[in-house]
């Protein structure tokens, strides 16, 4: 029987050699190496179980990564507006301060349009006068100081704009760095996803060959490997069942005329905008809800909002299991809290508006079944109910 040399793990190491039935049929006719095979395909049973629970593991340490990475992106996008905004409002109050200290400046020349010093030189001798031309230079004394003060706060308004105008530069900077690198966590967290799918899926394959190897060698009757082929039958047949009963369910939505669809039935259960953080067995989420959550129940149909290609599916931290799909022009929706076993189309697949592409559950920090529907636009969350209001769908 073959050595087993390595069991595959996340680092790259290098992979396992799995038994052949030539070589399980013919250690069971030697006892010695019967009993050592035995243990060696036990195992590899185990190895097998280390190894998917390795990379599922890593995969979820990367997506909950990738979660974060968006948290920040889409906080340093609410902090740039603000400011941006701020800033706006300071140029406009810096505008009439200026405004206003322009129309202060033409009423003083209007007051003292006449030559003071002739005045003076013609009235030397009239006293009413003097006192009448020392009374309007007065006022214009006045006038002058309440134009120095208008200007330097004019002056103070254009300065507070231009420090917020250069914050918003900074942070809109900052933001471009924030998308970037959120654009990197996804690429990560596609990466240590799809390892993990990759381990179960060889985790499955190989541990049905397995455990029919370990039944043959450990029964004392003399048998064939005809149990091995009985289990791959089982297990194709299976799969098939799967296959047609999720194609049974997938009967799509309605797309509206603009092309999108309603993605699941259920009213409103929590808005877009701050709200308390929820901390459940599957972690805490953020005190700011960045999405819409309908109340669908259990195991309810989820259909893609529009069409696209999925960006990621897989579990994602408080998400649970979580799908993302790009809807061409920077336009991204995400599904979140599937259901185990309730995702139906995988990274890289093209969907249709209105595909049945999973099922609800409430996977994560949840505390009851539901989807929490987002909306992505340029990188960012936004308010996913006016948004699908004006392409004609109401979320409730």
């Keep these: 029987m073959a050595t087993v040399t390595a069991v595959v793990v996340p680092a790259g190491a290098q992979a396992a050699t799995y038994p052949t039935w030539d070589e399980v049929e013919a250690a069971k006719a030697n006892t010695a190496a019967g009993a050592a095979a035995v243990q060696q395909v036990i195992s590899l049973i185990a190895q097998l179980e280390v190894n998917v629970a390795a990379t599922r593991a890593e995969a979820e340490r990367r997506t909950d990564e990738l979660i974060e990475a968006q948290q920040r992106f889409d906080d340093a996008v609410a902090r ?41 030189f013609l009235d030397a001798g009239d006293a009413a006068a003097t006192e009448a031309l020392l009374a309007k230079l007065g006022s214009m004394e006045k006038m002058v100081e309440r134009t120095s003060g208008i200007y330097n706060r004019a002056q103070e308004k254009q300065n507070a704009a231009r420090s917020l105008a250069d914050q918003a530069e900074v942070a809109r900077a900052e933001r471009e760095k924030l ?35 370990l039944k043959f060698l450990q029964d004392t009757e003399a048998q064939t490997a ?69 109340g669908t129940g259990c195991s309810a149909p989820i259909y893609s909002a529009n069409s696209g290609v999925v960006r990621y599916a897989g579990w994602s931290g408080t998400y649970g299991n979580y799908l993302q799909i790009d809807h061409g022009g920077g336009v991204w929706t995400g599904y979140a809290h599937i259901r185990d ?11 249709e508006s209105g595909q049945n592409i999973a099922s609800s559950g409430t996977t994560g920090a949840s505390t009851g079944c539901h989807l929490h529907f987002e909306v992505y636009v340029g990188g960012g969350r936004i308010n996913p109910i006016p948004f699908m209001s004006d392409r004609g769908i109401d979320l409730g």
């Design 80 to 120: 740039a507006d603000q400011i941006q905004a701020q800033a706006d409002a300071s140029a406009a109050e810096a505008a009439a301060a200026e405004k206003n200290a322009g129309q202060v400046a033409a009423q003083l020349y209007r007051a003292g349009t006449g030559d003071v010093g002739v005045n003076l």
């Design 341 to 351: 076993g309730g995702t139906f189309v995988g990274t890289g697949e093209w969907v």
């Design 226 to 294: 005809a149990a091995y082929q009985e289990g791959e039958r089982i297990r194709k047949e299976e799969e098939e069942r799967r296959r047609q009963e999720a194609l049974r369910s997938g009967s799509p939505g309605t797309p509206a005329s603009s092309g999108w669809a309603l993605p699941a039935w259920g009213s409103i259960t929590s808005g877009y905008g701050a709200r308390g953080s929820i901390c459940t067995g599957g972690g805490c989420s953020n005190s700011f809800h960045y999405a819409v959550d309908l």
């Design 179 to 213: 998308r970037i690198a959120a654009e990197e966590a996804l690429a990560v967290a596609q990466a240590a996803q799809a390892a993990a799918e990759a381990a179960l899926a060889e985790s499955q394959a190989k541990k049905i060959e397995l455990d029919q190897q």
